[in-house]
């Protein structure tokens, strides 16, 4: 039905005849013949225009039950963030000025400073390697020398 192109609107001259002024019809007069037709031919129109209209609005409502289902999705998941959340102000309002401040900062800095200038360099971790290898090799001559 969709691939269907909606009926071109008839002119009015293709309706049914009415009869002249002054001549009254029947009811089973004017059910009858063209008119009634005519009116067939009315009522399929409409009976695809209103079927066309229904899978509009069938494919419209699925879109917006899809586009709720969203909104609703996203609701649950802004409602099970609120407590955290909520936990997460009262820890940095409450909580979080006491852990540490500027001063604290500074004073740990320095003391990191401090212990990175006593670390030995790599220079002298050779030299000091070097040193206690070359110290047990001559304990080793020597060792072996008195051996003898």
Same mark, same amino acid.
């Given at each position: =039905?969709?691939?269907?192109?909606p009926?071109?609107? #008839?002119?009015?001259?293709?309706?049914?005849?009415?009869?002249?002024?002054?001549?009254l019809? !029947?009811?089973?007069? @004017? &059910?009858?013949?063209? @008119?009634?037709?005519?009116l067939?031919?009315?009522?399929?129109?409409?009976? !695809?225009?209103?079927?066309?209209l229904?899978?509009? =609005? *069938?494919?419209n409502s699925?879109r917006?039950?899809?586009v709720?289902?969203? !909104?609703?999705?996203?609701?649950?998941?802004?409602?099970? =963030?609120?407590?955290?959340?909520?936990d997460? /102000?009262g820890?940095? *309002?409450? #909580?979080?000025?006491?852990?540490?401040?500027?001063?604290?900062?500074?004073?740990?800095?320095?003391?990191?400073?401090?212990? %990175? &200038?006593?670390?030995?360099t790599?220079?002298? !971790? %050779?030299?000091?390697v070097?040193? %206690?290898?070359?110290?047990i090799?001559?304990?080793? /001559? %020597?060792?072996?020398?008195?051996?003898?």
């Amino acid at each position: =039905m969709p691939d269907e192109a909606p009926p071109e609107p #008839r002119p009015p001259e293709q309706f049914a005849q009415t009869p002249p002024k002054g001549v009254l019809r !029947s009811y089973d007069e @004017m &059910n009858t013949g063209q @008119m009634v037709f005519e009116l067939q031919g009315t009522v399929g129109e409409l009976k !695809s225009t209103v079927s066309q209209l229904a899978e509009l =609005m *069938k494919a419209n409502s699925l879109r917006l039950e899809a586009v709720e289902r969203s !909104s609703a999705d996203l609701k649950e998941i802004l409602r099970l =963030m609120a407590p955290k959340l909520d936990d997460l /102000a009262g820890f940095a *309002k409450h #909580r979080a000025p006491f852990i540490a401040d500027k001063t604290d900062l500074t004073a740990l800095k320095s003391a990191l400073e401090a212990q %990175i &200038n006593q670390r030995p360099t790599r220079r002298q !971790s %050779i030299t000091d390697v070097a040193l %206690i290898v070359g110290l047990i090799g001559g304990l080793l /001559a %020597i060792g072996t020398h008195l051996a003898h």
